[in-house]
């Protein structure tokens, strides 16, 4: 498989595919590694994650780099995609120490449950955050005692592949973790239908999702679910108006739109529409789309030309309002773009466009901003912006939404949990129960009657 880079079209490497055959004997090792991986005690396997979190930070430059040069995100994303990887580490590092159960007072007897690890758990990871998404799935999978193998997207597979070595060398053993590059129908495929994977945490599009959670039906597998997007962010007259149009550009624009959590329909009420579009403007047009190697990019290319092309179908004979600028030349780039939406009929306002696009649209009342956020089948994110705490508090829990911000873009934070509601997905990552996710609860009854 070529590696692209999508800055400048050149292949910068090859990675083997792996065949079917590769798959199953990837798999049978991960199968054989699981029995002395879950019994390592808690603490030794507390340690060595804590040595894997340390050998990616003492690698986060490089691995940067490589991000920089297979995905074309900017350099300062690219830092921050690493360094998550090794918070994400050092966080659930601190899991298996605290994996308790509980003790529940029944008659007759004394009733315990335990946390017991699946055993080997696959994960397939998307090509638009190829660092995040994986450790996400793989450090709690990790610290919960299950085996890993990872498929990373065709098309990005190259900070994978370095994890898996850096795991090596911080002392994880053979089999535990496991990079398998190849196809999603080959590779992808095969952990949904190889009965010793016993879960799929999956992060892609909702197409692929819906096709794995109905192939995982026929063994009763777990699933796990982060799928597609078209959050809202919701600007009410009350609001810091000023505030709300500097962040809305970096909430859809950054890693060029290719997020799954972009705020990509932003809902003005109809008071303030005109001065809000004036405000945001000069905050796009200032939105720096350039060499991705560069400290002062905010955003860079599209990760293909599929990508763009699809991308440009959404913005043909619509109503541009305003947009940025992008390099020309070689390399897959879209400026910044904003769109009016007029009826919120358009594609452009319903469908996932995945790049730097946004449409704007205004509302008049409460009841309105909240039908119109709604109207969507996705649920993944969004942000509200508003004065009044009593509308925050309301609007925030009638929005459908796994996740949602105040006066704020941010979505992830690694300490709480992260997940889609409606086709966005099922189930939680992060946070403190996303061991829940990897383990099964056992209960077990002794007893204590002579
Ligand atoms: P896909 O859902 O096609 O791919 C995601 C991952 O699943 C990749 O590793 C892919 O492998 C793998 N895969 C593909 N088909 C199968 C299969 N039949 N069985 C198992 N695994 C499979 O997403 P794309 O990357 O093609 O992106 C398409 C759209 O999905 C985007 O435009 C966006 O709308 C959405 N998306 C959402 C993301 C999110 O975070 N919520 C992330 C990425 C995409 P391979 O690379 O070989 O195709």
């Known amino acids: 498989m070529d590696v692209i880079n999508p ?116 994960v397939i990871v998307p090509w638009n955050f190829p660092m995040p998404i994986a450790g996400w799935g793989f450090a709690p999978a990790l610290a919960a005692g299950n085996t890993v193998v990872l498929k990373p997207a065709e098309v990005t597979p190259l900070t994978a592949l370095r994890l898996a070595e850096l795991a090596l060398e911080a002392g994880l053993p053979e089999g535990v973790f496991t990079v398998i590059p190849g196809k999603g129908g080959v590779v992808g495929q095969r952990f949904v239908t190889h009965p010793a994977v016993r879960k799929v945490c999956f992060t892609g599009s909702t197409e692929v999702g819906k096709r794995i959670m109905a192939g995982c039906a026929d063994q009763v597998k777990r699933v796990t679910l982060e799928l597609g997007g078209k959050s809202a962010n ?38 303030v529409y005109d001065r809000f579009l004036e405000l945001l403007e000069p905050a796009v047009r200032a939105f720096r789309c350039e060499d991705p190697t560069l400290d002062s990019a905010q955003m860079g290319p ?111 934070r690694y300490w709480t949990p992260f997940g889609g509601a409606k086709q966005s997905g099922l189930g939680r990552e992060l946070g403190p129960d996303a061991l829940a996710a990897f383990t099964d609860v056992k209960n077990v009854f002794f007893a204590t009657d002579s």
């Open 7 to 122: 800055a400048t079209a050149e292949v910068v490497g090859t990675v083997p595919g792996t065949d079917p055959a590769g798959v199953d004997v990837a798999i049978g090792r991960a199968a054989a590694a699981f029995g002395p991986w879950r019994a390592v005690s808690p603490g030794d396997r507390a340690r060595l994650l804590r040595r894997f979190a340390a050998a990616v930070d003492a690698h986060v430059e490089e691995l940067a780099a490589l991000e920089v040069r297979n995905s074309g995100h900017t350099v300062g994303n690219a830092r921050w995609e690493a360094g998550n990887v090794r918070d994400v580490l050092d966080y659930y590092a601190g899991a298996p120490e605290r994996l308790s159960g509980r003790q529940i007072p029944v008659p007759g007897g004394l009733d315990v449950t335990f946390h017991e690890p699946l055993g080997v758990v696959g």
């Open 234 to 271: 919701i600007v009410f007259a009350d609001a810091d108006l000023e505030r709300a149009a500097a962040g809305a550009p970096g909430a859809v624009f950054d890693n060029a739109g290719q997020d799954c959590c972009a705020r990509s329909r932003i809902l003005v009420q109809a008071g």
């Open 302 to 412: 599209l990760i293909s030309a599929a990508q763009r092309d699809s991308v440009t179908s959404y913005v043909d004979g619509a109503r541009v309002a305003f947009r940025g600028t992008a390099p020309d030349g070689a390399g897959w780039w879209y400026p910044p773009t904003v769109l009016l939406a007029e009826s919120g009929q358009e594609a452009h306002w319903h469908e996932e466009i995945f790049g730097p696009v946004v449409s704007v649209l205004p509302f008049t009342d409460e009841a309105d901003a909240i039908a119109r956020a709604n109207d969507t089948p996705y649920g993944l994110s969004g942000s509200l912006w508003t004065r009044d705490l009593g509308r925050a508090v309301r609007v925030a829990r009638a929005v459908e939404t796994g996740t949602l911000s105040v006066n704020s873009n941010s979505s992830v």
